[in-house]
Nanobody, 123 residues
């Protein structure tokens, strides 16, 4: 059972990246998925989540209108499309999967974590 986050990199302010969260050993179809990030010297914070039940999504105020979370069940992958990136979006991004109903901003609710992918927004 493994989650793998990928797609990070260096991008200029205003640019875009798409992060992927793939699973092996289990199906993400009925799992709640959360994207979290941790910048140097800061606590981990929730960025976005998608519900296990109805597919509803939620976003942190800091990324609302710029980031979009989505599922592709056929590929067993969840994506985080990040547009209009800002230097303050620089962080290691983690995806997490939780076997519970609905969605959650609490990291402790999630069962599996990816290894993290670094996003650097800089000119």
């Amino acid at each position: 059972v493994q989650l793998q986050a990928s797609g990070g990199g260096l991008v200029q302010p205003g640019g875009s990246l798409r992060l992927s969260c793939g699973a092996s050993g289990f199906s993400l179809d009925y799992y709640a998925i959360g994207w979290f990030r941790q910048a140097p010297g800061k606590e981990r914070e929730g960025v976005s989540c998608i519900s296990s039940s109805d597919g509803s999504t939620a976003y942190a105020d800091s990324v609302k209108g710029r980031f979009t979370i989505s599922r592709d069940n056929a590929k067993n992958t969840v994506y985080l499309q990040m547009n209009s990136l800002k230097p303050e979006d620089t962080a290691v991004y983690y995806c997490a999967a939780g076997n519970f109903y609905g969605s959650s901003w609490h990291p402790t609710a999630y069962d599996y974590w990816g290894q993290g992918t670094l996003v650097t927004v800089s000119s």
